[in-house]
Structures are given as C-alpha cells and as structure tokens.
C-alpha cells in the first residue's frame, strides 16, 4: 500500500497514552459495504450503508474506490457533475486520478495525496484517470468523503485544497506498533494540513499485526472507523472486524483499535480510515449531488444547475 508509510516508525512523534481515568468508547455498531458502481462503471464499497444519518453527522457518505488492477483501457472516472452544499474529500491511496472543476481549482492526486473540494454555494467538476493510465491500466484505490456544511455555510465560496503526501502529519503509538496518517484536524495536540469548514478529524492507520491502538478523542466528536484491509476487534469489548466493516463508536474519550496476531500473507498489516467530527445537528435534505437544510433549497440547487447558474464546463482541460 504506497500511502505514505516510513521505514521505522520509531523515528516518529509519539502520541501520550490516554489518562487512566479516559472512558473507552463503547461500539454502538459494525456494517459491512455493499458493493456498486460509480461514475462511468467504477466499482465502490457504500461505506455508510445502513448506517442512520445521525450516527455520520457531520459526514454524509463515504465510497471506497476499488482496490481494482485494471487492465488496459479500463481505468474509468467520472463525468461532469455539480454540487452545492458540502465539501468533497478524496484521499489516494494507490494510482492517479485527475479532477478539474468550473472556478478554475484542480491538480492531480497519486499515492498519499488528498484533494478537498468546499462546493459550497455550487460549481461543476469532473475526475477522471490520466490518459497514459487508462493505456497502460494498474492498480486503483482511494476514498471519496462527503462533509457536511451548516446551513450558515452552504454558500460559501466554492475552494479547492491541494494535499500532498508529504504535507501528511506521520505520529505512532508509544510502542511503535501503529502508523499514524493525520490528513485533516488534530488528535493529542498534532495538527493535519487540511483545513476544514466543518470541525472534522481524519486519520488513516496502519497497525501491525497484534498491535493495539488506543487513541486519544475529542468528547465532542463523533467516532468511526472503516476497515481497508485486514482483521482484528473495535473497542475495549473487542468486537471482531474484518474487511469492509464500519464500525460506529460510542461517547468516550477513547477509541480502541485492535490487530489480529495471524493476517492473511497479502494484507500482513491492518489499514483503518479513522473519521470523527462535530455533529451539525441540522435538517438534512439529500438528493444525488446536493445536500441541503430543506426540500426548497434542494429543488432550487437542481433548478439553478439547470439554468447553468452552478458554472460552464471550460472549453479545454487543465492540465496542472
């Protein structure tokens, strides 16, 4: 998995065991990942299927894409699209996807990047895999997180964040026995590079086999985890988790994390996406590509798409 990663995580900032008196979270619930498709026939994992809206507030939806090896000429993207009313989060993990939108942001993401897209008040885009990708096919794998906006942020001026891998905050456990992704928000006193409108954390963890996590979380946070690979047990309970499970935590201080001792020889480590955030606590009203407060301001976003007023797809394609 060419995330980020170093040679020895000793080397690393160390995070401060959690205080005897810190209350563990308990697990409220495990889901598994129905599989789809996206886009122009991607295949994705529904990481919140089956999960009440409540329990994500602040997130909305969370697909993870592939892992695929595609072959060449399949590698597939998306189409242009719109969005108003939230920010849109992919992360990297292996591959290199393209994305280009109608204020002018855009880059292109590969191992360990993140690209975090604000819509907010609306605007078009589009993600696609570079040309020599689709010739040539490889290894394709990532996330897409949908955050919420307050409804006194819906229509904030549409931004776009360029996350490199090396921006990435890397910290391990007090053992060594953890790597650490800080990609956005802060955990112990360590700050992440993204900045977010809505008060979030995410992480991406790697733990060794047999090795424990038990980390430090806002109160005030809620707390979930998906499993990328690998098998092991959330909570002090240690309820067993295997690929593709989201577990939802509890209110606690604490979230526990553990690694089986025995992994598959393909997937030697376990790799968790580690989310937690302030719940907005607002109406929500979702259809396909926009997430508002009500049903007249979703009616609106797709009469305001259909009127051209969420931007014009440029007449060539950026290629920075």
């Known amino acids: 998995m060419p995330a980020v990663t170093v040679a020895d995580p000793l080397t690393l900032p160390r995070l401060s065991s959690p205080a005897l008196t810190a209350l563990d979270r308990s697990v409220k619930s495990i889901t598994t990942a129905p599989q789809g498709y996206e886009g122009e026939g991607f295949p994705v994992r529904r990481a919140f299927a089956g ?13 993870q894409m592939g892992e695929v090896e595609y072959a060449p000429g399949e590698p597939k993207g998306t189409p ?3 969005h108003r009313g939230f920010e849109t989060v992919t992360y990297m993990i292996d591959g290199i996807m393209e994305h280009q939108d109608s204020e002018g942001g855009g880059g292109v993401i590969t ?4 690209q975090w897209m604000t819509a907010g008040s609306g605007l078009l885009h589009i993600e696609t895999p570079p040309e020599h990708l689709v010739m040539s096919g490889g290894l394709f794998h990532g996330f897409q997180l949908w955050v919420n906006l307050p409804a006194e942020d819906k229509f904030l001026a549409p931004r776009y964040q360029d996350l490199r891998a090396d921006a990435v905050k890397l910290l391990t456990t ?15 006193g360590h700050a992440g590079p993204g900045q977010t409108h809505t008060p979030i954390t995410m992480i991406h963890a790697t733990l060794n086999a047999g090795a424990e996590l038990r980390l430090p979380w806002r109160s005030d946070f809620n707390a979930l985890a998906y ?11 240690r309820r067993p988790f295997q690929m593709g499970q989201l577990g939802a935590f509890g209110a606690g201080d604490v979230i526990t994390i553990g690694a089986d ?18 719940p907005i606590r607002e109406p929500v009203a979702w259809s396909g590509p926009f997430v ?11 009469e305001d798409f259909s009127a051209g007023r969420l931007g014009r797809i440029p007449a060539t394609r950026n290629d920075k």
């Open 111 to 114: 191992n360990g990047d993140t």
């Open 261 to 278: 001792e025995r992994q598959e020889s393909r997937s030697p480590d376990v790799d968790v996406l580690i989310l937690g955030g302030l």
């Open 227 to 237: 499993v990328l690979n690998g098998r092991g047990s959330f909570g002090a309970e």
């Open 80 to 82: 242009w699209h719109p």
């Open 292 to 302: 508002m407060n009500t049903r007249s301001e979703l009616l609106q976003a797709f």
């Open 174 to 188: 007090p053992d060594g026995g953890t790597l650490l992704r800080l990609i956005a928000g802060d955990v112990a």
């Open 51 to 63: 999960v009440d809206l409540a329990e994500l507030d602040p997130f909305i939806h969370l697909d």
